[in-house]
Structure formats: structure tokens, C-alpha cells
């Protein structure tokens, strides 16, 4: 025996195992310390008495060779307490680069299973990016203003109509000067115009906003270009207009000249003052606006409005109101209420039904009148994705477990090698936290394009709804952190597991040995149950919202969807007077009658659901049945002759108007039905008068129509009414017509029409009508949730063929030898496959009974939502739980297959 | 009593010890006391450390990322505690062996030269 094999290195493996085994156990420095340098003397001590030195003798000159041990002793501990200081921090460190490398290499091994994890998380993550995008554009995102945590918006509330709605100018005043819980406020109001830029020929529609005069200044914007308008400025009535940032960027080009130059509105000059930051997009939540002019120079842009300025019951503005500090929204109530009764007092005429609501700006989004409906909206959405992604995170878990199984051996070994429970259960966590980030990017990836393709959604109505949607950092965070948890619950099932299993058994059973044990198959078992059952979950969402969109396409609108084409145009630019109008579009009418293929042709101002509604005041002598008020705010149409045989609305008592109610006869209106059952029950409203103004001239019902939507799909019954075009002509109205072949085929030839009575006539939203309906706000809500729904639902579905097909296929993975034997006994095949099979079917019935029970739970949630359609409707959860079914069999066939197919020979022999 | 082949030992120069215990370590992976016995065949007993010395090095080195240690049991079962080279260490071995050498070899050249006549 050499000297060599004595000092310790008979075995290599066998040391580095006990070495390693031991690191775990550290003790503190000075004891290691004693220990290192006793060990050391004794050895020494040793050797020398091998070599026939008595023990003491021995001993002594061991110490003497050492040198001064106490010295050393304490020169040492203190280098090792310094040590284990820096020591620990750096070995985290080095144990994670380790730990990470590691992952990236068991990741390449393994490309498929880790595509398979990639994707099915990445499409999670994705998903729940995006929802939380859009989501977060519309109701989380601060305004980029002044004070924006103090914003609360006001609005006017009368008992005709209790929602929330605009408020007049004259009452915004009164509200600004509530200093006692009001800092300030603005007041801002949509309005259209016709716009002709510097050295344009052609005029363009643009969306302004009227603004009061502290506009820019309260809410503390800045210019991009030039300057915006002072509150002097404004006061002085000076025709300026600034534009915004995109209308600036796709109009102008950003050119910065364009300041000090005139845009014409409504033919009227008015100077560019400036450009505002592209931060800001403005204050109204659902509309792009291109360009603001003060509110004080309606009377040059627009004649007809300019007593708004005065008139109370004018209500068309939003207000946002600046609370004081440590003023609550309640005390702003308050405040408010006792305004409203002050007000009624003063002006009983105008202001007898008065209220006023108020809500912190951010919880009234996108309008205090829908708000409450908003967050539920969110929340259902948010709830699916989560699902989405939980669904994810499970079937990610289960393919971690199938992968974690047949890597029991390699774990075995480096457990052997000495890497200690912990160790093993990090490593494995950071391999799952590194297929989450991979995971992660994939969905952001993902978000962006999806965010960006909702954000270049053109939506067939003709003002410019906003869609700004992008991903920010609250996004990213908090996608970043689900897909952190995800990492981590994903990999901790597994690495627990794996850390608990004893190496002899693990050794023993070897990688494919006996049917795994018990515990580990009902885990799995319950993964794929709860997988099926959230998977039908999100798949009878999207049956609920397909069936609405069905249901919304098949309900009686009251009018007719098919066979109509619309054209709207706006004369504000030409300048007529009334007499004009009515000549010019009376003309219109009569031309496109004449085109072949045209049954009938009629115009109106507003469309059905097209987002543009206009309201006037309804005086009757006595007071309103049900109410001790004689005046009622009543949405209308302004339309011509023949509207109602062109829109394919019936009429149920009466007539239509016709050329002979005009500006000179008689005031007529039409009515629906809902009306006259509110103001003349069960008496013919045909004949009954009222006025507009309690000092205006009679107006006499001529007809009553058949109650249609006229905002929303979903709406109750309203009263409506519909007045003459003749006898109140408007400046923007849309042709509708009739027609035999298809609509779309006539646009050319109705066009053509337009440019021959006036080429100056702007003309925009050139549709059908199906498109409109479809494509514009009517279906808007239930199309997008059929959309989102159906999206998430075939996720859901693709996750559980997944997510069974892993969980089949591993088990059959495991059972290689047993169906080997089997087969070899002379167990027939199908026999085997039925046996695979069964294990998927039963996961799958306690997979789809838990599903359809959550289902009948939670679906109600959406009632809100839906069209049409119960939100328990069996015929949805029936079909969807079928589906499902079929789909789990198949998936569960595949392996099925192959474990009948096996060739006993190989299945023996492959351990 | 051990017997040495030359003489007496010699005491070590500044910094050799460092060097010496990196060597130890690139041939095998050991206990303090396997570094002292290595020293000792290797120099065949030339060189005179004391061993208590050999310790605070060992840790020095260890702090400064050149070697490692962990706890683990010799060959007679006895708790010791073993180091091992770190890639930094080969690193550094590999430049003072170049060093040393360029040493030596300029010392044996300027020792070998005859002085000049006056």
C-alpha cells in the first residue's frame, strides 16, 4: 500500500458522496475549525506511530510540527467566520446560474415536451394579457391630467330619465362654483363638423370637442406644438382650434407650420393655436376626438346651438369635477342635491326634475350611466382567461409529472451524486420557472398582436370609436407575476413529488417498472378532472354568447335587416337655408327612387343603434300620466315620407308623413307604441296633441309605429317619436334604401346619384344595412363576447386534448410491461385498448359532471351579457358537454391504440 | 525521524506556499493534511513548512474563489474537510507556474554567469 492510497482516495465516488452528504450539515466556524486542525495532528500523529513512534512521543512531535496551534487556531477561525459570510451569498448565486443551466439543458433534451409547455402556457398567458390590456385602456388607466385622483364626474339626473346623463352649460357653471367641495371643473361636449384644412379643396368630417373656457389650463395640458387656448383667450370668444396629436400626426403629417394657419369648420376660419401632447387623448372615453375649440364661439361655428349657452334644459356636455382634498364623493352629493333644489326653485320651468349624480372619475367609465355594468363586464372576461390560463397551468403540471416519472432515474442519480432534497426540488422549480418565462414571452408576443389588432378595429359607425388599446407596464407586471405563479405552481406538484420518493425505491422500481404508485395516479386524476371540467366550463360561455349573437341576428328589431343600403351625407358646409335643405334633399329622395333596382328610397337623421341620438322636450297641458309633471325628455327621429315602407317598420294606427306636411301645415308626429301606451292608455293616439315648448304651436299625432331598438340591443320599450324632416330640416341625414338585388351592388349607381344633384356633397357611411347592425355598436357587446368566448373556449378544448391525451399516453407508458404480459398471456388487443380507454372515460364523466355543475353555478354570472338566451340554457350545456366527450374519447384513442398494438416482445424486453 | 536527502530543509520563499497548495490540488482533491503530505513526497522533504501555516493559506485561498472545500468523511471514517481547485484556481496556477518558471530560469541564468573580470 502506497502512502497515496492512504490519504483517502480508494474510492472516488464513494468520497464525493459522503463529502457532499456531510456539506449539508455544517456546524459552526470554531467547531469546524478545532475539528479541521485536530484532524490534521491526529493523522500526523498516526503515520508517525505506523512508523513505530510510541503514542505520546507520537503526539508531541505531531504538535511540534504543527507549529503554535492555539495562534493558527484563532488566526483560522476568524478567516473562516469571514468566510461562510461572503460564502453563503455567493454560493445562492452560483447553485442558481447552476440551477438555470441546467434547465436550459433538460429543456433542449426534451424540445417537444417543452414546446408543448411553451405554447400551452404562452397561449394562457397570452390570452390573459390581452383581456387585461383591453380592460385596462378602458377602466384602469389614469388620464394623463392634473390632480387625475381627484378627478369625479358629474352628471345631471332628471326623473324622466334616472340614468345619469349630460349636463347644460349654465348648471356646469353653478357646479364649478360650488367652491365648498369643487376645486374646479371642466366641461366638455361632442360635436361634429365639417372641416376644410389650408389650401384644401375637400372637406372632411372631424370629431370636436366644445370646451369651456379653464379647459387646458385645469386639467394641466401641454402643448406638443404651439400653444393652447388661455382662459382669456377663450373668454374673448377667439376663433382658435387646437388639434389632436393623431389628427395632427394623419392630417397634417406633424407639420409644425400648420400652426397660425385656418382650418374652416362649418366654413367658419378658425386659427391653429396648437397641438396637444400625445399623451393625451382626451377626456371622452369612447371617441377619438381630432381638435377642440371653445365652447364660448359656438355662436360663429355653429348659429343653431348658441343657446345652449343659456338654456338649462339644454343638457349635451360631460363634466369632470375636481373634488377638494379630504371632500368625499358623499359630501359632493350632498353639495350637489342641495344645488338641484336650489336650482329647481329659481328656474321651476327648467329645472323641477332636476338631480345631479357623482362618481370618482375612474369607477365612471366609460359613462356614469353604464359604469355599474362595466366592472361585471371585466370581471367575467377576466374570470374566463384565468380560467385559460389555470387550465394551462394544470396541464402544464400534468405533462411535468409524466416528464418528471420518466426521469425518476436521473433524479435517483444525482440524488446519489449527492444533491440533497432541496437542491433537487429548486432545480426542478427552476426549470419550470424558465419554461414560464419562455412562456411568458410567447404570450407577450402574443398580447401585442392581439392589443394591436384591436387597436386598428374600424367599427362601421360613423364616428371614430376609440380603441386605443396598448400593452403598459401594469399589463406587463401583471402578466409577469401570473406567469411567475404559474412557473411555480407548475413546478412545484412535481418537484415535491420527486423530493419526497425514497431512492431505494425509486432504484428498485426501475424507470418503467409497476403501474406507479397510488397517490401520484389519483393526482393526475385529478389535474385531467378538474382540466375537463373547466374546459366545459369556458365551452358552454362560448355556446351561451354564440347562441346570443344567433339570437341577437334573429330578434324582431322592428324594422327590416335585409335588402337596405344607407348613405349618410352632411350639408353643413354649403350653407343653406332651410327652404334649401328641404329642396336639396327632397331631390335626393326623388333620384334615388328612380334607380333601377330600388323599391323605395327614404332619409332620416339617425340610424338604429348607430350611437347618434337626439332628445327634445315633450309639453303637455295636463300632467304625465304616473307622474305630477307635465314636461318629459323624448328621444326622435327626424325622417321624410316613406321612411317607414323603406325601413320595413310597421305601422299600427294612422299614416306616414308626407309631402303634404310641411313647414306651412299643421305640426305632426309619429309615435311608437310604447309611448302611446304610456300617455293615452287605452285610447287611440291617432289625433291627440301636445307641444315641444309649452309655448310652442300644437303638434297632432298622425301615426303610431311599432316599437323597435333605438340605442341598444337590449333596451326595454321606450317611448319615441318621429318628426317631419319638412317641418324640422337638419343638416346630416342618411338615405336609406330599398332595394330588390342585393344592396352593396347599388352603391356605385347611389353615388353617382349624390355627385350629379351636387358634387360639394360629403358623403360617408356607405353600408348596408346587415353591416351596420353586425359590424357597427348594435351587436357590438354580445359579437365581442361570442368572439373572446369562442377564442377561449377552443383554448379550452385544445387544453384538454392535451392535457388527457399527456395523461392517457403516459399511463399507458407506464403499463408497457403489464400489457406486454397481457399480450403475451393471449389477451387480445382490443381488449387492451378497451382498458385505455376506460381510464379516459372515466376521468372524462367526473371531468364533465363537475364541469356541468360549475357551469349551472357560475354561467349566471353572465346573464347580463347574454341575448336572448338563458344563461342555464340545457340545449348549450348538452351540446358543449358532447363535444367534449367525443373529443376526450378520441384523444384518449390514440394511446389507446398503440398500447393494443404493442408488440409483447419489445414491451418485455425494454427495460 | 524522517530523513531528508539534502541537507537541511529549506525555509520557503514568500508566496511558494500558495503555489504549492494549488498544485496539490490540481493532482487530487484532499484533506489539509493530504496537502502537507503531498508537499513533503513531492519535495522530497526538502522544504520546511510549518504545517499549523499551511491552514490560514487554505483559507485564504478558499476566500479568494481559488479553491473550495467541503466537509466529508477519509478513508478511516473520520470527519475531515476537503478542498478542491476552482476553474479560477487552474487559472491561476497556470499563470504563477509561468511565473515561477521565467523566475527560475532568470535566476539560474544570472547564477551561472562568471563574473566579469574588474
Known sequence: ?911 | MEAHISGEPLDLLRGTLDVLILRALQLQSTHGFGVARWIEQATDDALRIEEGSLYPALYRLEKRGLIESEWGFSDNNRKARFYSLTRSGRTQLRAETAQFSRFAAAMFKALAIDPQPA
Open chain 1, 1 to 911: 500500500m502506497t502512502d497515496r492510497d492512504r490519504m483517502g482516495t480508494n474510492d472516488p465516488a464513494d468520497s464525493v458522496r459522503k463529502r457532499r452528504f456531510l456539506n449539508l450539515h455544517r456546524g459552526n466556524p470554531a467547531d469546524d475549525v478545532a475539528d479541521e486542525l485536530a484532524f490534521h495532528v491526529e493523522m500526523r500523529a498516526a503515520l508517525l506511530m505506523q512508523r513505530g513512534v510510541a503514542e505520546s512521543a507520537a503526539k508531541q512531535e505531531a504538535l511540534r510540527r504543527f507549529g503554535d496551534f492555539e495562534t493558527v487556531r484563532a488566526e483560522c477561525e476568524s478567516l473562516e467566520r469571514n468566510k461562510t459570510r461572503t460564502r453563503s451569498r455567493a454560493m445562492l448565486l452560483a447553485e442558481l446560474l447552476q440551477d438555470i443551466k441546467w434547465a436550459v439543458r433538460s429543456i433542449k433534451r426534451a424540445p417537444a415536451f417543452a414546446s408543448v409547455v411553451v405554447l400551452t402556457l404562452g397561449v394562457g398567458i397570452g390570452a390573459n394579457a390581452s383581456i387585461f390590456s383591453v380592460v385596462n385602456a378602458y377602466l384602469f388607466r389614469p388620464l394623463p391630467v392634473r390632480e387625475e385622483s381627484r378627478l369625479a364626474v358629474v352628471a345631471q339626473t332628471s326623473k324622466g330619465s334616472p340614468l345619469p346623463g349630460s349636463v347644460s352649460y349654465p348648471n356646469y357653471l353653478d357646479v364649478q362654483s360650488l367652491k365648498t367641495v369643487f376645486s374646479d371643473a371642466v366641461l366638455f361636449q361632442v360635436n361634429v363638423a365639417s372641416a376644410r384644412a389650408p389650401g384644401s379643396n375637400d372637406a372632411e368630417r372631424v370629431f370636436l370637442n366644445l370646451v369651456s373656457d379653464n379647459y387646458f389650463s385645469a386639467l394641466g395640458l401641454k402643448p406638443a406644438a404651439g400653444s393652447l387656448i388661455s382662459i382669456a383667450g377663450a373668454r374673448r370668444k377667439e376663433a382658435l382650434i387646437v388639434l389632436d396629436y393623431r389628427y395632427w400626426s394623419r392630417r397634417f403629417n406633424r407639420d409644425p407650420s400648420i400652426v397660425g394657419q385656418s382650418i374652416r369648420l362649418n366654413g367658419t376660419p378658425y386659427t391653429v393655436a396648437g397641438v396637444i401632447d400625445k399623451s393625451f387623448m382626451g377626456t371622452e372615453q369612447l371617441v377619438t376626438i381630432d381638435a377642440y375649440i371653445p365652447i364660448s364661439t359656438i355662436a360663429q361655428f355653429n348659429s343653431e346651438e348658441a343657446p345652449m349657452l343659456e338654456n338649462r334644459s339644454w343638457s349635451s356636455s360631460r363634466v369632470l369635477a375636481w373634488l377638494k382634498p379630504e371632500v368625499g364623493t358623499a359630501r359632493a352629493q350632498l353639495a350637489l342635491t342641495s344645488l338641484a333644489r336650489e336650482l329647481a326653485r329659481k328656474y321651476p320651468d327648467e329645472s323641477t326634475d332636476l338631480g345631479f349624480a357623482v362618481a370618482p372619475e375612474k369607477l365612471a367609465r366609460p359613462d356614469l350611466a353604464v359604469s355599474k355594468m362595466v366592472p361585471w363586464i371585466a370581471g367575467v372576461f377576466l374570470g374566463l382567461t384565468t380560467l385559460v390560463l389555470l387550465v394551462a397551468c394544470v396541464n402544464v403540471t400534468n405533462l411535468m409529472l409524466a416528464r418528471s416519472n420518466s426521469r425518476q432515474s436521473e433524479l435517483a442519480v444525482r440524488r446519489a451524486l449527492g444533491a440533497g432534497n432541496a437542491r433537487l426540488v429548486r432545480q426542478l422549480l427552476t426549470e419550470s420557472v424558465v419554461l414560464s418565462v419562455m412562456g411568458l414571452m410567447l404570450g407577450l408576443i402574443l398580447a401585442r398582436w392581439v392589443t394591436g389588432y384591436v387597436s386598428n378595429f374600424h367599427l362601421a359607425v360613423d364616428f371614430p370609436v376609440r380603441f386605443n388599446v396598448s400593452l403598459d407596464w401594469r399589463v406587463f407586471a401583471a402578466t409577469a407575476t401570473i406567469a411567475v405563479l404559474a412557473g411555480i405552481i407548475t413546478g412545484i406538484a412535481p418537484a415535491l413529488r420527486s423530493g419526497r420518493g425514497s431512492l431505494a425505491d425509486t432504484l428498485r422500481e426501475g424507470s418503467r417498472g409497476g403501474t406507479g404508485n397510488v397517490l401520484r395516479q389519483r393526482l393526475q386524476g385529478t389535474l385531467v378532472v378538474a382540466q375537463i371540467a373547466v374546459s366545459l366550463v369556458l365551452i358552454i360561455s362560448a355556446g351561451l354568447f354564440a347562441r346570443s349573437v344567433r339570437a341577437a341576428a334573429n330578434t324582431d328589431l322592428g324594422f327590416r335587416i335585409d335588402h337596405q343600403l344607407l348613405m349618410s351625407t352632411d350639408i353643413a358646409l354649403l350653407h343653406l337655408n332651410a327652404g334649401q335643405k328641404r329642396v336639396l334633399f327632397a331631390q335626393l329622395q326623388e333620384r334615388a327612387t328612380t334607380l333601377p333596382g330600388v323599391q323605395s328610397a327614404a332619409l332620416a337623421r339617425d340610424l338604429p343603434m348607430g350611437g347618434n341620438n337626439n332628445s327634445l322636450d315633450a309639453y303637455f297641458d295636463e300632467n304625465i300620466p304616473g307622474t305630477n309633471s307635465n314636461t318629459i325628455d323624448i328621444y326622435y327621429n327626424t325622417i321624410t315620407p316613406r321612411y317607414f315602407e323603406t325601413i320595413g317598420m310597421k305601422l299600427l294606427a294612422g299614416r306616414e308623413f308626407t309631402a303634404d306636411d310641411r313647414d306651412s301645415t299643421t305640426r305632426v308626429v309619429i309615435i311608437n307604441a310604447e309611448m302611446a301606451k304610456q300617455f293615452w292608455p287605452n285610447r287611440d293616439a291617432v289625433g291627440q296633441q301636445f307641444r315641444f315648448r309649452k309655448d310652442g304651436p300644437k303638434v297632432l299625432i298622425v301615426g303610431v309605429a311599432t316599437n323597435s331598438k333605438y340605442m341598444f340591443l337590449n333596451e326595454p320599450p321606450r317611448p319615441y317619436l318621429y318628426v317631419p324632416f319638412a317641418q324640422r330640416p337638419t343638416d346630416q341625414m342618411t338615405l336609406h334604401l330599398r332595394t330588390t338585388a342585393d344592396p352593396a351592388t347599388l352603391a356605385r349607381a347611389a353615388r353617382e346619384v349624390v355627385r350629379g344633384l351636387n358634387p360639394e356633397l360629403a358623403l360617408f357611411g356607405v353600408k348596408t344595412m346587415e353591416t351596420h347592425l353586425n359590424f357597427g355598436l348594435a351587436f357590438l357587446f354580445v359579437r365581442f363576447g361570442a368572439l373572446v368566448a369562442t377564442t377561449l373556449g377552443l383554448l379550452g378544448l385544445l387544453q384538454s386534448i392535451v392535457g388527457l391525451y399527456g395523461v392517457v399516453s403516459y399511463g399507458v407508458s407506464q403499463r408497457t410491461r403489464e400489457f406486454g404480459i397481457r399480450l403475451a398471456l393471449g389477451a387480445s388487443s382490443s381488449v387492451v385498448a378497451r382498458d385505455v380507454l376506460k381510464q379516459g372515460a372515466v376521468l372524462t364523466a367526473i371531468g364533465l359532471t363537475v364541469g356541468l355543475a360549475i357551469a349551472a353555478a357560475s354561467t349566471r354570472l353572465m346573464n347580463s351579457l347574454l341575448f336572448g338566451v338563458s344563461a342555464t340554457d340545457w340545449e348549450t350545456f348538452a351540446v358543449a358537454a358532447v363535444l367534449l366527450g367525443v373529443v376526450a374519447t378520441l384523444s384518449a384513442y390514440v394511446p389507446a391504440r398503440r398500447a393494443s398494438k404493442l408488440d409483447p416482445l419489445v414491451a418485455l424486453r425494454a427495460d
